[in-house]
């Protein structure tokens, strides 16, 4: 296996055109390491100099930091500096023992210094955007399964590296750095992430615009709904959209066809509380809607509706039911919404003027039929096998004001006071294609 040899100096600050026998050899290499034999053979000598060309090509793109004049001379540097991503990326492919002698060779730390720079230039020449990612594939390789490169991979790489791609517009990009964060994230390192939301924030960001993108999809449901410290402290700097987002995909985890496990459990109680804490103290926002000019944040409705949702969904699972039941206020709170919005539907012009009785089977696309459905079922969860309960839903008149929003002939929530079991509606869903790869931690990029 024939090593590649460096390229010319460059001289009065113009990069010299690569060799093309430079280009072919690397190539060669990329080629050869397709094969798992060959991967496993592979001197340390060959990704010294891989390395050597990478470092020495990089210099093009200082240059065209610092002056933008210079883009235009990037073209054969950037072919060498892909061929060095590829052909490393493909070295590290099932074989921790070229991880350990790449990362040995501090290439990490150039990689993601040159990835950096990419970022700033801030041009969108398609050999740049394929370096770009040949990088960042070389970094999702090098670091999956071998723990000792994802440390290294974190070091360099956050927050700034993450800061700079999960927000970038190329769809590529965004979901290749998302993989290398899912790949490197542990307990530790999700502290870290506490004290940098915004990368946080990025993912979900990420994953409304790329819903078809497995990684973000991954991070959320696999990392972040397990870390209810992170979504704790996430949660109230999230604007409307990006807390649809999160609702809907902790809705999604609930009425998984995959019941939660005695590890989620006490997470999932965690997220309860917080759930309802925020519905407790902010529900107002709903009130909005009983003014004579209904506000014009269509998000802000959704968002206050899906944590009714979520709490219907939380009170429908028998294992976070109980801590729902005796939760501060929450009770009182809902029959008092039901009461003021019922109220409000009666006496003034607005978005509950024209909301009927509320049905229980069928799809309730109607903003008010859908909050006074969600009340309702609220009440009769709360209500299961728990007297107490159904004692204070009569002595706050609660029964007569259930029978004025329900069609009698329904089977309503009212008998859910009395000896009901939870009531849970189906939820879609969601689904993506997964065109970034397979699923998990530790796969690396294909050749």
Not at 54 to 61: D, E, F, G, M, Y
């Amino acid at each position: 296996m024939a090593a590649p040899r460096p390229p010319p100096a460059r001289l009065s600050g113009v990069m010299v055109p690569a060799p093309i026998q430079d280009l072919e050899a690397l190539r060669a290499l990329t080629a050869l390491f397709k094969e798992q034999r060959n991967r496993e053979t592979a001197p340390r000598t060959i990704f010294q100099r891989v390395l050597d060309i990478l470092k020495k090509s990089s210099h093009a793109v200082e240059l065209a930091c610092r002056d933008p004049s210079q883009v235009e001379n990037l073209a054969s540097s950037l072919q060498l500096i892909t061929e060095c991503f590829r052909c490393l990326r493909n070295a590290c492919i099932e074989c921790s023992v070229n991880q350990n002698s790449i990362r040995n060779l501090d290439t990490i730390g150039v990689a993601v210094d040159l990835i950096l720079l990419f970022r700033e230039l801030r041009v969108e020449q398609e050999s740049l955007l394929t370096a770009f990612r040949c990088g960042l594939q070389f970094l999702g390789n090098i670091a999956s399964r071998n723990e000792d490169s994802q440390s290294i991979v974190w070091v360099h790489a956050f927050p700034e590296l993450f800061l700079s791609c999960l927000n970038h517009p190329d769809k590529k990009i965004v979901a290749y750095s998302s993989m290398i964060l899912f790949t490197s994230l542990n307990h530790e390192r999700m502290k870290e992430l506490e004290e940098n939301l915004n990368i946080a924030i990025d993912v979900i960001d990420a994953y409304q615009k790329h819903p078809e993108s497995e990684w973000p999809f991954l991070i959320i449901t696999d990392l972040f709904l397990k870390s209810p410290e992170l979504v704790q402290a996430m949660f109230p700097k999230l604007n409307n959209q990006e807390r649809v987002t999160l609702l809907d995909l902790m809705i999604a985890k609930i009425t998984s066809d995959e019941p939660l496990t005695k590890d989620d459990i006490p997470v999932f109680l965690r997220h309860a509380e917080l759930i309802a804490s925020t519905f407790v103290d902010q529900c107002k926002t709903v009130l909005k809607l009983a003014s004579e000019e209904p506000p014009d944040d269509e998000k802000g409705r959704i968002s206050a509706r899906l944590l009714l949702d979520v709490l219907c969904e939380m009170t429908a699972n028998t294992e976070l039911l109980g801590y729902l039941q005796v939760f501060p206020g929450l009770l009182e709170r809902v029959i008092d919404l039901l009461r003021v919005i019922h109220v409000a539907g009666k006496e003034t012009t607005n978005i509950f003027s024209n909301c009927g009785c509320v049905r229980a089977e069928g799809d309730i696309s109607n903003v008010a039929d859908g909050f006074k459905s969600h009340l309702i079922r609220l009440i009769g969860n709360l209500c299961y096998k728990n007297k107490d309960n159904q004692d204070k839903v009569n002595e706050l008149d609660g029964i007569p004001l259930i029978l004025d929003n329900c069609n009698i002939s329904d089977s309503n929530p009212l008998g859910d006071i009395c000896h009901p079991k939870p009531y849970r509606r189906q939820q879609p869903k969601p689904r993506f294609d997964c065109k970034d790869g397979g699923t998990g931690a530790g796969r690396c990029i294909p050749t």
